[in-house]
C-alpha cells in the first residue's frame, strides 16, 4: 500500500545556500568589480590577489562543514568575503580568525567584515615567517583559499582532534581530517588558486 497523499517531505535546508543569499558577494568586492559580482568567476581585489569564484567557495564551505560553535581559521582572508560567510555558518557561539599577508587587503577585509556585522569573526596581519596561527590553535576547522606547494603540515599541527582543513595542494583540492595521531586526506577535484605564501 502506498502512503497517503500530504505534504511533500521538506529538504533541509542548506547553510552554505543561506549564508550566500544573507552575504552577497558585491559587498566585498572593489567597486570597480561589483558589477561583474554575479559571475561565477575569480575577480580581482588588491595586491594580486582575488575573489575566489563562487561555485569554488560553495565547493570548499560545503567539504569544510562547520557548524555552529566552530572556532575557525581562515587562511588568506583577501576581501574578507570567506571570513564572514564561515561566521554566518558557526553563529556567535563560534569564532572566525582571518589571516592575511596583504596590509592593503587587511584593511579592506575588515572594512567589509565591520560592515557585515558580525562582531565573533576578526582579521588580523599575519606574522611574517609563520603559517596560520599557531598561538591561537587548536582550531576546528582551518580554510586555505591559495594554493601550497604540498600539504602544509604547520597547518595540520593546528587542529583540534576531529578537525577539519580545506586546503588546495597544486591544483587538487585536498581535504584533512584530524583524529588523534591519525590524519585522513582525500582529494575533491581540480582548482586555480594564486599561490599560498607558506614562509
Known sequence: MGEPPGEPPQQAPDPVAEAFRRLPRAGFLPSDQRASAAVD?????????????PRTVAAMLRLLAPVPGD??????????????????????????????????????GRANLASARLP????????????GDPSGAPYRRILVSASARRLPAALVAQLDDGGVLICPVG???TRV????????VSEHGEYRFVPLVED
Open 120 to 131: 565573533w569573526a576578526r582579521i588580523e596581519p599575519a606574522t611574517p615567517g609563520v603559517l
Open 71 to 108: 572556532r575557525v581559521l581562515d587562511v588568506g582572508s583577501g576581501s574578507g568575503w570567506t571570513t564572514a560567510l564561515l561566521a554566518v555558518l558557526v553563529g556567535p557561539a563560534g569564532s572566525v580568525l582571518g589571516v592575511e599577508r596583504h596590509p592593503e587587503l587587511v584593511a579592506f
Open 177 to 184: 581530517r584530524r583524529d588523534g595521531d591519525r590524519v585522513r
Open 41 to 53: 568567476a575569480a575577480l580581482p581585489i588588491a595586491a594580486g590577489q582575488s575573489n575566489s569564484q
Open 171 to 173: 591544483s587538487t583540492m
